[in-house]
């Protein structure tokens, strides 16, 4: 079974730029979506950004838009994910997801959308 690992996490000051990696081990990743959320303590886990793994369309949480960008390698069944302008409210452990199937609606922003998770990665921004 196809298992997700991310990494990269960290501690930054704001400002200052990190890339979040998330590879898919066991087997070569062949669903529909990948996508990155993070765990905020009142709200759960939260939307930051997905991409159709099959056509590389990508959708964006407002929180993140233009300051962090979503991307894959389907050679290496990788997805990343690259924060610039960090700020503190960034601050969150960071969980790559999967969803091995197309969504009626286009990219799923739900987090019970996706059947596939990583154990998560800590990224903390101090001001």
């Known amino acids: 079974q196809a298992q997700l690992i991310e990494s990269g996490g960290g501690s930054v000051q704001a400002g200052n730029s990190l890339r979040l990696s998330c590879s898919a081990s066991?087997?070569?990743?062949?669903?529909?979506?990948m996508a990155w959320f993070r765990q905020d303590p009142m709200k759960g886990r939260v939307f930051v950004a997905a991409i159709n793994w099959n056509y590389g369309s990508t959708y964006y949480g407002d929180s993140v838009k233009a300051r962090f960008t979503i991307s894959r390698d389907n050679a290496k069944s990788a997805l990343y994910l690259d924060m610039t302008s960090l700020r503190p409210e960034d601050t969150a452990t960071y969980y790559c997801?999967?969803?091995?199937?197309?969504?009626?609606?286009?990219?799923?922003?739900?987090?019970?959308?996706?059947?596939?998770w990583g154990q998560g990665t800590q990224v903390t921004v101090s001001s």
């Open positions: 066991g087997r070569p990743f062949s669903g529909a979506y």
């Open positions: 997801a999967a969803r091995s199937t197309e969504h009626e609606y286009g990219i799923p922003v739900a987090a019970g959308s996706y059947d596939l």
